[in-house]
């Protein structure tokens, strides 16, 4: 299933030299790992605040794309750099939904969405994370297939937090979009348990 994640290791080569001279910096991988959860509940507290002002959401997908980096950096700082550790496995994915469940909850601050549409996704984005992860417990590999993987969240929650700031996406139009991730969201956690099966099995 074509997921954005695919795209990661060109995402990654493009910032390697960035990542390199975090090392020398003495950067370590779980330092940038949290950094990136902190920087969400930041980012979230602040749109939240100031929903009323649509263009204060412009400030969520500028922060998805700096958050974006900051996970393919703590990767590769942790692969390429020897800094993997049991520690850093836990932040990493805790970090992720932490920070998904801050952005996300932000869109109950507007009036004209369904909060229940929300909560909705904020279960399910935690779900297909958790079903990627119990890949590992059959013995196959953290599964991260699509449709609606964390990397396609971070695209389309960034795509209509631009078109709100921009006045461009009318309001009474989220809950429709809200209900298709949730079912890309349901499909992505049948296609994450399916293939970690599949996988096992190999």
Known sequence: MLSIYQ????????LRPLTTSLY?????????????????IIVALIVGMLAAY???FCLIPIWMFI????????????????QKSDLGAYLNEI?????????MLVFIQLDDVNHYLVI?????????????????????????????????RAFVFG????GIAIHLLPLDWINSLLWIINILLIYTVINRIRNGLRQAKK
């Not at 795209?7 to 493009?14: I, R, S, V």
């Not at 910096?25 to 969400?40: D, E, F, P, R, Y």
């Not at 996970?71 to 750099?81: H, K, P, Q, T, W």
């Not at 590999?141 to 449709?147: K, W």
């Open 95 to 103: 970090g992720d939904v932490i920070s998904d469940i801050a952005l």
């Open 7 to 14: 795209l990661k290791p060109k995402f990654q080569a493009l």
């Open 24 to 40: 020398h910096a003495k950067i370590t991988a779980n330092q940038v790992t949290v950094a990136g959860c902190l920087g969400s």
């Open 54 to 56: 649509q263009w204060i």
């Open 120 to 152: 909705m996704v904020v279960l399910l984005a935690f779900l297909s994370e958790y079903s990627g992860v119990l890949g590992i417990m059959i013995g196959a590999s953290r599964r991260y297939d699509g449709p609606m993987g964390k990397s396609d």
């Open 67 to 82: 958050r974006m980096a900051l996970n393919a950096i703590d990767g590769m700082l942790a692969r390429e750099f020897q």
């Open 159 to 162: 795509a209509i937090c631009f």
